[in-house]
């Protein structure tokens, strides 16, 4: 049917209302009044009433949906009359689909053959029968009325609010996407938010709609004056209460922050829309306009006349008063928003060299030249002339040729000469006694770091060709090279710094700032050090001083915190990568001090659970050189390191054990321990003397103190067999149990001994092959250290904490494990 074909005469129930084109548009939904008004449709002698919804009913949009439909033409004749009548009319039954332009049906046929678009319907009606109670929705086109039946009520009064949504949203459409005049298209977005605001509808759609509108036409409008922004911005204001603003919405109002940061629209509107953002969002990477629009945010913030106290008021807005914040989402969302903003800060200079060479090319100086992009207006600067190195010159250049091999430098006749190094080999002299080095620029392009440029490709070329000669330098593997060696590899980062543009600049103060602030909440830390830990930010800030040394402060922060979780992310996330611990520890790229964050870092790691063979072997293997350092300077912490290592056979050299001694001797300090450590030496030969019991038996209700003084009364080197079960031991006598050579079997049954014990004995008890942690308060931390005792072939871990794949785990890395009791755990 047509519904677009005009019928004779006027609508048949002009008398009692307005056409809807004429009304407000809001005046449908909060009107109250003629109720009794009444009409007639056709010639029909039932009598319908004008129903409202109460204000109290919430309905969902409805999208589609089964109705019955019946189309009652306006009566030209007599005979017309009579054929739509209520005897005669016929109810069909049809899916409508509510599309965004018109009423349409899955079965277009009967009465629904054409859909219906919403530009055609003048009134929409609620309607019920006196005489035979119907539940009808009245749609009012030009020379007809449509009628659709409910099952009920409540489902009549969800399409009619969902026709009427539907409606206007289509001819706010229409209205907003040619404005002629700005006052009047401010007057119907405010409108538009009220009609969002006072809808009966609960759906999402609802207030994302009017947004996505608004969002075109500012899109689609970028011409508009600073004023017309702030109004339009204050006008949508309640329907981004409860709603993320949509993509192009966002980039309109990180335009408004980078124009005006200080309007008061920034603070009095956007505030509650990034505070909305920073809890509830569960994901930038959907939407990454959400973030940018937070980042722009906080610079607008950073822009204002208080600058960062401004900044940090946010902050504590977001982490509430109380101690622990209650919103979950807040920390990694702002962890998300700085590390972005870091990263744009470096960005230009990470697309200028070639979207950033993998650290495998940077190693090799293999980064191919006629690849690369052009270079940035972002710059480096040298911080004062380079001259010739006393000893050696080492020479990266850009050619894709072999890397060249390091060239002598005629030393002073002053200078010392280099102490020999058996590991490295001998170099061939340069041709000329005397290199000439022409000054390098004070200004070098941004795509010239960490691969020193040659002045000429011939000069490159006949240098190469005069150290074909010599041995060819070692070849890289496949395997991605590590970070730190990739940041040290070429002298031109111990002698350039980068120079941040004026914007960039700031923003890298800003979002480092925000990050010194996060490290300051207590609750917040663990989180944070667990997000930092993979060392997420690219390596040309990591070469930036000034980055460093901003984030200095948070690792000070995490080696200052007492709980494990919160110190151990110092260390990298695996083996073979590197974490917090390396960069800035002696030696490494972002270490600017003498080694006191370095002692700090030890200190708090010796202190908790890596007191361990792994971490002082990686120590000495390391940064040996900088403990001994700081050991003849009296720090206690590397004081205690080095008797560690000597305690533990960590150090094979004699050489370097009678350094360390002597390193020890120098101090006060270091010789009280020192001589402290040769005391225990004594007593520990006593004890592994041969001789003594190979069973023994400690009362009930012993303690630590009770095992070392019994140990310490004679020789126990023939012990085998000892029992602690039922006592008061706790994993401080672990320190006396691995004094025991020849133990075998060893009874925990019911004491306190538990992870950090269990990760002692796994060091140093290599030969135990029975293990009893009956009740014992172990956990699967302390239980996996267990992997490393291939000796084990019975264990009781009878109602401990033991889970299933911690259990599994240890089947298959203990082959010789055969008695095993795991009753009255998970992995029962």
């Not at 120079?499 to 480092?512: E, N, Y």
């Not at 202190?607 to 700081?630: I, V």
């Not at 533990?648 to 350094?659: A, P, R, V």
Request: hydrophobic share 35%; net charge neutral.
């Amino acid at each position: 049917m047509d519904f677009n074909s005009g019928g004779g005469g006027e609508l048949h129930n002009n008398q009692f209302y307005q056409s809807e084109e004429s009304k407000p548009l809001l005046g449908e939904m909060s009107e109250g009044g003629n109720n009794n008004n009444t009409t007639k449709v056709g010639a029909g002698p039932g009598r319908r009433t004008l129903l409202h919804c109460g204000g109290g009913m919430r309905y969902k949009l409805l999208q589609e949906g089964d109705i019955q439909v019946c189309v009652v033409k306006h009566p030209r004749t007599f005979l017309s009359k009579i054929l739509t009548s209520k005897f005669l009319r016929r109810w069909e039954p049809h899916h409508l689909t509510l599309t965004d332009s018109s009423l349409a049906s899955a079965t277009p046929t009967g009465y629904m053959e054409m859909s219906l678009s919403y530009s055609t319907i003048e009134d929409l009606q609620l309607l019920s029968w006196d005489n035979a109670p119907k539940y009808c929705v009245q749609l009012s086109f030009p020379g007809g009325t449509v009628l659709l039946q409910a099952a009920n009520s409540y489902l009549r009064d969800q399409w009619f609010h969902s026709l009427q949504w539907k409606k206007k949203i289509y001819k706010y459409r229409k209205v907003l996407n040619n404005p002629s005049r700005w006052d009047v298209v401010l007057k119907e977005i405010r409108a538009l938010v009220d009609m969002a605001l006072t809808s009966p509808l609960q759906d999402e759609s609802i207030h994302q709609a009017p947004l996505h509108i608004i969002s075109t036409l500012l899109a689609e409008n970028t011409n508009l004056s600073s004023q017309d922004h702030e109004n339009i911005i204050v006008a949508i204001a309640p329907l981004l209460e409860n709603n993320h603003p949509p993509p192009d919405l966002c980039e309109f109002f990180c335009k408004h922050c980078r124009e005006r940061p200080r309007s008061m629209v920034v603070i009095e509107v956007f505030t509650p829309v990034v505070q909305r953002i920073l809890k509830h969002n569960m994901d930038f990477g959907k939407c990454p306009r959400l973030r940018l629009f937070t980042q722009e945010y906080i610079l607008a913030l950073n822009e204002l006349n208080a600058g960062m106290e401004v900044v940090k008021k946010f902050i504590h807005s977001m982490h509430g008063p109380t101690g622990q914040c209650p919103h979950p989402r807040v920390l990694p969302n702002l962890v998300a928003v700085c590390l972005a903003a870091i990263y744009s800060c470096y960005e230009e200079f990470i697309n200028s060299r070639d979207n950033s060479p993998s650290l495998k090319e940077i190693r090799n100086g293999c980064q191919q030249q006629c690849d690369r992009k052009p270079p940035m207006p972002l710059r480096l600067l040298r911080p004062e002339p380079l001259t010739p190195p006393p000893a050696t010159l080492l020479l990266l250049t850009a050619d894709p040729g072999p890397l060249p091999q390091p060239l002598a430098v005629a030393p002073d006749a002053t200078a010392p000469a280099p102490p020999s190094n058996p590991a490295v080999p001998p170099v061939a002299p340069a041709p000329s006694p005397q290199l000439s080095l022409s000054p390098p620029p004070s200004i070098v392009n941004s795509s010239e770091i960490l691969v020193e440029l040659e002045r000429s490709n011939n000069s490159a070329n006949a240098r190469r060709k005069a150290s074909s000669s010599l041995p060819p330098p070692p070849a890289g593997g496949d395997s991605e090279p590590n970070l730190i060696d990739c940041l040290l590899v070429s002298p031109a980062l111990s002698a350039l710094s980068i120079q941040l543009p004026a914007q960039a600049d700031r923003v890298l103060g800003c979002f480092a700032l925000i990050l010194k602030m996060l490290s300051d909440y207590d609750d917040w830390r663990p989180a944070l050090a667990s997000l930092l830990q993979p060392i997420p930010f690219p390596k040309e800030a990591l070469a930036h001083g000034k980055f460093t040394k901003e984030l200095k402060y948070v690792i000070q922060r995490f080696a200052e915190d007492p709980r494990q979780e919160v110190h151990s992310c110092l260390l990298s996330v695996r083996s073979g990568k590197d974490g917090w611990f390396q960069l800035y520890s002696p030696g490494g790229v972002a270490c600017d001090d003498d080694g006191e964050l370095f002692a700090s870092m030890v200190h708090i790691l010796m202190g908790s659970c890596y007191k361990t063979k792994k971490f002082l072997l990686s120590l000495a293997e390391n940064k040996l050189g900088p403990c001994m350092l700081l050991a003849l300077r009296g720090n206690q912490t590397m004081v205690e390191i080095l008797c560690l290592m000597l305690e533990y056979n960590i150090i094979e050299n004699k050489d370097t054990q009678l350094q360390i001694i002597s390193t020890l001797e120098s101090t006060h300090t270091g010789l009280r321990m020192y001589e402290q450590l040769c005391d225990r030496q004594r007593e520990l030969k006593e004890l592994q003397r041969k001789g003594g019991p190979t069973r023994l038996t400690l009362p009930s209700k012993s303690t630590d103190a009770d095992l070392a003084r019994l140990l310490s009364s004679g020789s126990f080197g023939n012990l085998e067999n000892l029992s602690l079960a039922f006592t008061n031991v706790t994993s401080a006598c672990a320190e006396q149990l691995i004094k025991l050579p020849s133990l075998k079997q060893l009874n925990l049954w019911s004491t306190q001994f538990g992870d950090a014990g269990l990760r002692l004995l796994s060091e140093h008890l290599a030969c135990l092959q029975v293990l009893n942690l009956c009740e014992t308060p172990v956990t699967d931390a302390g239980l996996l250290a267990l992997s490393s005792m291939k000796s084990l072939c019975s264990l009781n871990m009878n109602s401990t904490k033991l889970t299933a794949d911690t259990y599994e785990d240890l089947k298959a890395k203990l082959p010789n494990l055969k008695d095993v009791d795991v009753r009255y755990t998970e992995a029962w």
